[in-house]
C-alpha cells in the first residue's frame, strides 16, 4: 500500500473486555514498531519487530499486552481485559532495513475504554 | 539505556521569527542517528529532518535546520520563518543502529502566534 494503514480508526470497548489492533506495514518494510500515546503525552515503546529476530518486547506494560507479527507483514496487537488506563492512541510504524530507514506512521487508532 | 530527554513542555514563537526546540540524549554509542518528527493536530507523524552522528556537518531542509553537538549530546531543530502550519508538536527521536529501535522523546508542543 502507499503507506502505513491502521483499523479500526477508532476503538470503544467496555472495561473487560479483549481488543485487537491491526497495523498493515508499507510493503517490503522490515521493521515494525508499536507506540501508545495518551492525551498530548509523549510516545510510549511497546514492542519493536525487525525481520525474521525475535521482538523486542521491553515496552510492553503489563502480561495483558501482546503483538504478533505474520509472515513479516502484517501486526496486531492485542489487549486482554482491557482497563480504563489502557484509553489511548495506538501508533504503528515500519521502516525499511538500513541506516537511514525512515519510520513511516500510521493515523494511530484511538482506542476508550468505558 | 538510551534515553531522549526533551525539557520544554510547551514553546510560542511568533509568525515569521525563529524557535529553537531544544533535545538531549543518553548514550554510550559512537554512531547512531537523531530524527525530528512532527505531529500536528491530524496525528500524523512526519519526519521533518535526520542527522547521522558520525557526519560533523548540521542538517537542513529549507526552514528548518539542526545544531548537532556530539560532545554535549544535543541535537535542537530550528526553524525559520516559523509559519502557521508549523504549530504542531515536535518529537525528538534516537536509533543506535541501523537496524535498532527507535526511541522517543516526550514532545513540545509549538504554537505559533499569528
Known amino acids: 500500500g502507499a503507506g502505513v494503514s491502521q483499523s479500526p480508526s477508532n476503538k470503544v470497548t467496555e472495561k473487560g473486555k479483549d481488543v485487537e489492533l491491526r497495523c498493515d506495514p508499507i510493503?517490503?518494510?522490515?521493521?515494525l514498531y508499536w507506540y501508545r500515546q495518551s492525551l498530548g503525552q509523549g510516545l510510549e515503546f511497546l514492542i519493536y519487530?525487525?525481520?525474521?529476530?525475535?521482538?523486542?518486547k521491553s515496552g510492553l506494560p503489563s502480561d495483558r499486552f501482546s503483538a504478533e507479527r505474520t509472515g513479516g507483514s502484517v501486526s496486531t496487537l492485542t489487549i486482554q481485559r482491557t482497563q480504563q488506563e489502557d484509553s489511548a492512541v495506538y501508533l504503528c510504524?515500519?521502516?525499511?532495513?538500513?541506516?537511514?530507514?525512515?519510520?513511516?506512521f500510521g493515523q494511530g487508532t484511538r482506542l476508550t475504554v468505558v | 539505556a538510551q534515553t531522549v530527554t526533551q525539557s520544554q513542555p510547551e514553546m510560542s514563537v511568533q509568525e515569521a521569527e525563529t524557535v529553537t526546540l531544544s533535545c538531549t540524549y543518553d548514550?554510550?554509542?559512537?554512531?547512531?542517528?537523531l530524527f525530528w518528527y512532527k505531529q500536528p493536530p491530524s496525528r500524523q507523524m512526519i519526519l521533518v529532518i535526520r542527522?547521522?552522528?558520525?557526519?560533523?556537518q548540521n542538517a537542513t531542509e529549507n526552514r528548518f535546520s539542526v545544531n548537532f553537538q556530539k560532545a554535549a549530546k544535543s541535537f535542537s531543530l530550528k526553524i525559520s520563518d516559523s509559519q502557521l502550519g508549523d504549530a504542531a508538536m515536535y518529537f525528538c527521536?534516537?536509533?543506535?543502529?541501523?537496524?535498532?529501535?527507535?526511541?522517543f522523546g516526550k514532545g513540545i508542543t509549538l504554537s505559533v502566534r499569528p
Open positions: 510504524a515500519s521502516s525499511s532495513q538500513g541506516a537511514w530507514g525512515e519510520a513511516f
Open positions: 510493503s517490503g518494510h522490515t521493521a
Open positions: 519487530f525487525q525481520g525474521n529476530s525475535a521482538p523486542d
Open positions: 548514550t554510550s554509542e559512537s554512531d547512531y542517528y
Open positions: 542527522q547521522e552522528a558520525y557526519k560533523q
Open positions: 527521536a534516537y536509533r543506535p543502529g541501523a537496524n535498532s529501535k527507535l526511541t
